[in-house]
């Protein structure tokens, strides 16, 4: 990572947990950046490109109010990773750099109606059928489930409810989904038939990186009363935590179409100071061509998460023998955290129609909102933070504050703060796994090196990210969740 870029750029305090950098901080801005974040988080973001990448979005044609970058902001392609940028539905930009590469990595949570001294006899079993039945690891591929091209194009056009007709889930599951999980504008003419060959055979898998899938417990309950609703009832509680994305598909349609809009910049004369920013205006066909093909990957990563969880629903019908309902594993919500949509936000004074570019951000709608579950509306929608390997995770719950303040955003995780490669040279993933060991919790990984890679030192502190989220008033906490298991691809 480049170091120090951060101290270069100008930073207005607003509060203790909000920064402003001006327009004028960079020629070409079109607004202002906006950083959240406390003191501590705020110098780490200077230790890379994070804060200068929050200017350069600010120069996206469209781009309205200001550009944001939320408290587990670190570098990425483009855009930083925990950055939020809308830009105006009939005169702005879209950006395959603001969705990235792993289009839909999200995060879904199961809850069950165990204890944790219910499961730790059966733990270690349990951790292995997981381990054996859902493929980790780059390029894991499965064996028992492989479709068709004209299989995968229906797929991924009706997304969750086409993959819990064939089985894989219960009717419930799509209710419980961010956009019920399903885009409507996916079209599958728009994706190659390279980026179709790599998916024929990954769904159903975990991947490899930051991915991840969890046998949590409830360590604390903040907010009884929606942590009810969401249906965490106690301390000790057992839940299941699935981490993952669109896997080799969605990484191909990114590719695709960053080559079509560096053809769309040249095209249209658009001036930007980062070519990873390459975008299209969004009423022409190279913005609209993107998009569809963009939510063909969401759906896809809704239906690879649905899988997985089918998985581990027959997982514990195996190990347990008896039927998966009886233990409960209800799917509390399933949230993207790399997508671009279409949405309505009210910008000074005015609700007006806008592409919104989340990458590396929570969806946080608050009660009342009619994007909200049925059975949530009345408490906002769940919004789930997963932290590093072998730290807490955490449940929230969306709020209007973030609509005013977000775009109805909030952050994604902890936010790594070491590169893969340092964490390589630091770190050894026998020794992470002795350490997650000595305090209890099981691990199974494809490679060490992927455990030296996501070894929680390589982190910011997810506690701190979800602190400063709740102190803002973007997503206020709920519960909070300790691993006891983790299985790593």
């Known amino acids: 990572m480049q170091r120090n870029q951060g ?44 804060l200068t990448q929050c200017m350069n979005v600010a120069h996206l044609p469209g781009i309205l109010k200001y550009s944001i970058t939320l408290p587990d902001g670190h570098e990425g392609y483009g855009f930083p990773i925990g950055g939020v940028a809308v830009t105006d539905f009939e005169d702005g930009a879209l950006s395959p750099g603001g969705v990235g590469y792993d289009i839909n990595c999200g995060v879904r949570l199961l809850t069950t109606n165990l204890n944790e001294n219910q499961i730790k006899p059966k733990l270690s079993d349990l951790t292995d059928r997981i381990f054996r039945s859902v493929p980790c690891g780059l390029g894991s591929r499965r064996k028992d489930f492989r479709v068709s091209d004209r299989e995968l194009d229906i797929l991924v056009r009706e997304g969750v409810p086409r993959i819990v007709e064939q089985g894989m889930g219960r009717v419930e599951d799509a209710d419980h989904c961010e956009e019920q999980g399903c885009m409507k504008t996916a079209n599958p003419e728009k994706v190659s038939q390279t980026a179709k060959k790599r998916g024929r055979s990954q769904v159903g898998t975990l991947g490899s990186g930051n ?30 935590m699935i981490h993952c994305g669109s896997r080799g598909f969605g990484h191909q349609v990114c590719s695709d179409y960053l080559r079509v809009m560096e053809g769309a910049v040249r095209r249209y004369g658009i001036s930007l100071p980062d070519r990873e920013l390459a975008c299209a205006p969004g009423n022409t066909r190279e913005a609209e061509d993107y998009f569809q093909a963009m939510s063909c990957a969401i759906n896809y990563a809704f239906i690879n998460r649905q899988v997985i969880t089918h998985s581990v629903r027959e997982s514990f019908r195996q190990v347990f023998n008896q039927p998966s309902e009886e233990f409960g594993l209800d799917l509390v919500y399933d949230v993207a955290h790399n997508i671009a949509k279409i949405e309505e936000h009210v910008v000074s004074g005015s609700r007006r129609k806008v592409w919104i570019h989340r990458k590396g951000a929570t ?81 199974r990984a494809a490679s060490p090196i992927v455990l030296a890679e996501e070894a929680d030192s390589a982190y910011k502190d997810v506690n701190k990210v979800v602190e400063v989220s709740d102190r803002l008033g973007i997503a206020t906490r709920v519960a909070k969740l300790s691993p006891m298991a983790v299985i790593k691809g």
Not at 27 to 47: H, I, N, S, Y
Not at 380 to 403: D, F, H, R
């Open 211 to 240: 991915h991840f899938l969890e046998i949590q417990r409830v360590d604390r309950i903040v907010d009884v009363k929606v942590a009810k609703v969401f249906g965490i009832d106690r301390v000790g509680q057992v839940t299941v």
């Open 7 to 50: 101290n270069r750029v100008p930073l207005e305090k607003i509060d203790d947990y909000s920064w402003r950098i001006p327009m004028e901080a960079k020629p070409g801005m079109r607004v202002p950046g906006m950083v959240f974040a406390d003191e501590t988080l705020l110098q780490k973001m200077k230790t890379d490109r994070t």
């Open 363 to 443: 969806r946080a709608f608050p009660r009342g909102h009619p994007d909200v579950p049925v059975d949530y509306r009345d408490y906002g929608q769940p919004v789930i933070i997963p932290g590093s390997m072998g730290s807490n995770s955490w449940v929230l719950v969306g709020t209007e504050k973030a609509m005013e303040v977000s775009f109805g955003s909030t952050a994604h995780g902890a936010g790594r703060m070491m590169s893969r490669s340092a964490a390589r040279r630091r770190f050894r993933g026998n020794e992470i796994r002795k350490t997650l060991g000595r305090r209890g919790i099981i691990v």
